[in-house]
């Protein structure tokens, strides 16, 4: 008698752990960055993540009340993770283009950056195809700056060499194995050019005005997930109330970075 009471008392709160696990899973916002793009997102030196996004991202959740559960992914595997339902939200400085637009949802804009060419000194060169034609340019595989090199630059005689992550590129540019990477200015800065293996190396004049670059930087959200209002709302008050402005001065030089409607 007493065992099938113990028993049945075991079997209740066999019932009550799954639901209460669920309940918590439902108040947590699974967000996927590839943290290995100082100073948006990166490691720190005790492997805990930091960064912009990592800020703003932390905030949010406070802001909706919810906890939040970072999930590492390689950039590439983004926007396939979000749309298997790996995780609710990319927070990666990821560029609201047009062509993702028709596959995910973005969040309100939160800010734009600068993309720069980065080369060695004194190398002379531009970031147009005439002047990197023969020229070996480093991309990160999946970003807005490889799309960009391989219509413009790629057709008129420049090699595009695509890397899995930044760090890869900036190794191969340490080498000499390429003569420039093309990325978001303060990454270059912050990933390369402030170490002492990139004392050789300076950022060059961004490339004209394009679609694909230049763009704002936003949360990914699955197409038709009503979370976006709810984010849209968080991110809209960090605007307006001076909280993610004041997060840009901690990472950012001035001039590398604007916010929606300082243009
Ligand atoms: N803004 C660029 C893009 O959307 C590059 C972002 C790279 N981000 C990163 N975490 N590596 O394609």
Not at 62 to 80: H, T
Not at 138 to 162: K, N
Not at 220 to 239: C, F, H, Q, T, Y
Not at 244 to 254: H, N, P, T
Request: overall charge negative; proline content about 6%.
């Amino acid at each position: 008698m007493k065992s099938t009471m113990l028993g049945a008392a075991l079997l209740a709160i066999a019932g009550l752990i799954p639901a209460t696990g669920a309940a918590q899973d439902a108040q947590t916002l699974k967000i996927a960055t590839e943290p290995d793009y100082p100073p948006f997102e990166y490691r720190d030196t005790d492997g805990q993540l930091a960064g912009f996004d990592i800020d703003i991202g932390n905030e949010v959740c406070k802001r909706l009340a919810r906890e939040c559960a970072w999930v590492d992914q390689p950039f590439d595997s983004l926007i396939p993770g979000l749309q298997a339902h790996k995780f609710d939200l990319v927070n990666a400085t990821m560029t609201a283009t047009d062509a993702r637009r028709k596959i995910i949802d973005f969040s309100t804009p939160m800010y734009i950056v600068q993309v720069k060419l980065m080369v060695r000194k004194g190398s002379g060169l531009q970031p147009t195809a005439q002047s990197l034609k023969g020229k070996r340019v480093g991309v990160q595989q999946g970003t807005t700056m490889e799309t960009y090199a391989r219509q413009e630059w790629a057709p008129q005689g420049v090699e595009i060499v695509s890397y899995p992550s930044h760090t890869n590129a900036f190794v191969a540019m340490a080498s000499g194995r390429l003569d420039a990477t093309f990325q978001e200015a303060q990454s270059a800065v912050d990933g390369f050019l402030n170490k002492p293996e990139g004392a050789n190396f300076e950022l060059v004049a961004s490339p004209l005005d394009s679609p694909i670059l230049n763009q704002p930087i936003a949360m990914g959200i699955r197409k038709g997930n009503p979370l976006k209002v709810e984010v849209d709302r968080a991110l809209e008050s960090m605007l307006a109330d001076g909280t993610l402005q004041g997060y840009a001065r901690k990472y950012f030089a001035e001039g590398n970075i604007a916010f929606p409607g300082a243009r």
